[in-house]
């Protein structure tokens, strides 16, 4: 059993912060640095957090981890991730989705790293979670829908939309049942790009950054309690390459 290991960030220790997993979705030994883009992100916080998740596709096992819905896209484990592509015969009624099969608490830390790629005669270079899903009844997700974008709107949930490439691009946060928006920003993808996504949920208060830049800082009256965490796209030749979660176990 990998050690549980209680973190303090503060800003003066920022920089020389290092952890280990208390309980990897894959394989993982001796200490897991924090990622580099959060250490800043996080160094005016007083967080204690245990980290759950350290997923990087590269072993074939993943598909025991992790569950798809998806329209028809070819989703494999090329590229340095989990590639999901899109036939060229109507990408824009195609949507993938990945879910976590672990649930996670309330409040969480999550840190990904996912690239678009160039390819594609129509690329919508979509990167979009969902947090916290479940049943309508407040039941655990049930999975096995379609992968179609209305299945998910009538449960409850959380999205955080991040989309460019071939068409205007946004970045949302939505609410469901209702797909109710709560936050939105100009912010675009493009093709060819890395990108570090990071979302931090603490009480009803949801942030959301890019590549270190704070695109969403907005707060539910009403916050969900935990749930399924997934990972969506539509018309997108992607890769997500890496996903790593933390519990904020308490806020000093």
């Known amino acids: 059993m990998l050690k549980t290991t209680s973190i303090l960030i503060l800003a003066a220790f920022a920089a020389a ?11 993982a030994s001796g200490d897991a640095e924090a990622p580099a883009c959060v250490r800043p992100i996080l160094a005016d916080e007083h967080l204690s957090l245990k980290w759950m998740v350290d997923e ?3 072993k074939g096992e993943w598909s025991g981890r992790w569950t798809s819905e ?9 590229e340095g991730g989990l590639k999901i592509s899109t036939p060229p015969e109507n ?38 979670l969902f947090l916290h899903a479940k049943e309508a009844d407040g039941s655990d997700l049930v999975f096995g829908r379609s992968g179609a974008y209305p299945d998910y709107h009538q449960i409850p949930n959380y999205i955080f939309t991040f989309v460019g490439g071939d068409m205007k691009g946004w970045a949302r946060v939505r609410r469901d049942p209702g797909f109710n928006k709560i936050a939105e920003s100009d912010a675009r993808t ?3 790009k890395d990108y570090q996504i990071t979302v931090l949920k603490v009480d009803g208060r949801l942030r959301y950054w890019v590549d270190g830049q704070l695109i969403h800082d907005v707060t539910d009256p009403e916050p969900l309690d935990g749930g399924q ?7 997108s030749d ?12 308490s806020e000093s």
Do not use: M
């Open 91 to 128: 990408p824009k009624k195609l949507g993938t989705t990945v879910w976590l099969n672990e649930k996670l608490p309330a409040d969480v830390l999550i840190h990904i790293n996912v690239k678009t790629l160039t390819t594609g005669d129509f690329n919508a270079c979509n990167l979009n």
């Open 229 to 235: 965490f997934g990972l969506r796209t539509w018309a």
């Open 238 to 249: 992607i890769v997500w390459e890496k996903v790593e979660i933390a519990a904020v176990v």
């Open 56 to 58: 990087d596709f590269s």
């Open 17 to 27: 912060l290092s952890f280990t997993p208390v309980y990897a979705l894959s394989p």
């Open 70 to 78: 998806s329209q028809g896209a070819q989703i494999e484990t090329a």
């Open 190 to 192: 493009a093709r060819g």
